[in-house]
């Protein structure tokens, strides 16, 4: 229900948005471009419709396809089985809905660890397995679970330990250390997943004192605070080389041992593979709907100009009270984040590109980009390949891990670089 106020809000303040604007050009200040705001709308949403189909759904198909036979593959040698066990103690709290010995353990870490070293080309396909694992234990299929909830908040935190992405675009674009923004990147994305544990939690009353939950947090933590010493000591250069050599060593070592396990138990691997593969395209069809809907109502608000409106107004408010509003520069990246990734990160060139990469706001426009995913992408195609209806509080969640992320990157944003 909540994405159905969502959508037609993003019309309805486009609308209002483009009325005012047409007024005020007529009345008198045609700077606000009245007359083109009209097939400015309509042009975004060709533009969003084709982008979702042409651009993210058929490509899609690919990839599903082949990781989807992949981990057919993995689960028949009982290399998924075995993932969970490791990972059961913790989980088992975390998402106590989930039978101890399910195959969605192994999914859901597998999700995971592909989002940590940034192979968002395998975290897709591979949360949308954990994600159709869920559903089959779902007694109510149209509506989100508790452990589909718990599992979609802590993608859309977007805990990443790797950015490589965005400080090669910053190299691009002259910064002159362009991974200076890598340990407070970390903070900032490691808060929004701590904030998104935490406020699903509550919501399901999880028992966040038990001493394996702390154990495993107080673990991951310091694993996580290791590699930030680590790589903290490296150039740019080194951390790229090594962390795209980590990520895709790992990556095929995954691949490998699913081969050779299945092989070990006499598996027929083309056939789990086929038989995994079919599922692919069919997951990327049933998508399409969700993800143009949902593109195409980002894209008219976007378009509308009301996002600029809602920074400029925030911008407005910092001053009266007599704030510091170096940080409202990079604002559009933020807001445009839970919207859509391609689009933040294009506001994000933008700012680095208008002030600086190495200016405040550009520096913060990076860390914006890294520190949560994209909540509402991330819904309409997660819910969406299982059929969701109801998203009960997940969308609520996702938000709040994403605002902890804001509010984490302004902070560090000022204590490393002003």
Not at 95 to 105: N, T
Request: glycine residues 8%.
């Amino acid at each position: 229900m909540i994405l159905n106020y969502i959508w037609i809000s993003f019309f309805l303040i486009a609308l209002l948005v483009a009325l005012a604007k047409v007024v005020l050009h007529f009345v008198g200040h045609p700077e606000f471009g009245g007359l083109d705001i009209f097939p400015a709308l309509i042009n975004a949403t060709f533009e969003s419709s084709e982008l979702a189909v042409m651009k993210i759904a058929l490509p899609l198909i690919g990839v599903m396809t082949l990781w989807l036979g992949l981990m057919k593959i993995g689960e028949e040698a009982g290399a998924i089985g075995w993932l969970a066990k490791i990972v059961n103690p913790f989980f088992s709290r975390l998402f106590p809905e989930i039978p101890k010995d399910h195959p969605a353990h192994g999914n859901i870490i597998m999700n995971f660890s592909a989002n940590m070293l940034g192979l968002d080309n395998a975290a897709t396909p591979l949360g949308l397995k954990a994600m159709q694992s869920l559903q089959e234990l779902n007694p109510q299929k149209d509506t989100a679970s508790n452990a589909q909830i718990m599992f979609l908040v802590l993608n859309t935190s977007g805990l990443t330990l790797i950015p490589v992405s965005i400080m090669m675009q910053r190299k691009i674009l002259g910064a002159a250390d362009a991974s200076d923004i890598f340990i407070p990147l970390l903070i900032a994305t490691y808060c929004s997943t701590l904030a998104g544990i935490l406020s699903v939690a509550l919501w399901q009353k999880i028992n966040l004192l038990d001493r394996v939950l702390l154990g495993w947090i107080a673990g991951v933590t310091t694993f996580i605070g290791g590699i930030i010493l680590y790589l903290s000591t490296l150039t740019q250069e080194q951390i790229a080389v090594r962390s795209s050599f980590a990520g895709n060593f790992i990556l095929f070592g995954i691949i490998a041992a699913f081969l050779i396990a299945a092989m070990r138990k006499k598996i027929n691997v083309y056939d789990a593979f086929i038989e995994g593969a079919k599922t692919g395209f069919e997951t990327s069809i049933k998508i399409i709907p969700y993800l143009v809907a949902m593109l195409v109502g980002i894209a008219v608000f976007r378009a509308s100009g009301a996002m600029d409106m809602i920074v400029k107004g925030i911008a407005y408010c910092v001053e009266i009270v007599g704030g510091r509003t170096e940080f409202v520069d990079a604002l559009p990246t933020a807001f445009m984040k839970p919207l859509s990734g391609s689009g933040a990160r294009a506001l994000m060139i933008e700012t680095m590109t208008t002030h600086g990469a190495d200016s405040f706001a550009g520096r913060l426009s990076c860390i914006f980009q890294g520190a949560a995913d994209t909540t509402f992408y991330i819904v309409a195609l997660y819910f969406g390949s299982v059929g969701i209806k109801k998203t009960r509080y997940a969308v609520a969640g996702g938000l709040i891990a994403d605002f902890a992320g804001v509010i984490a990157a302004i902070l560090v944003a000022y204590l490393f670089f002003h």
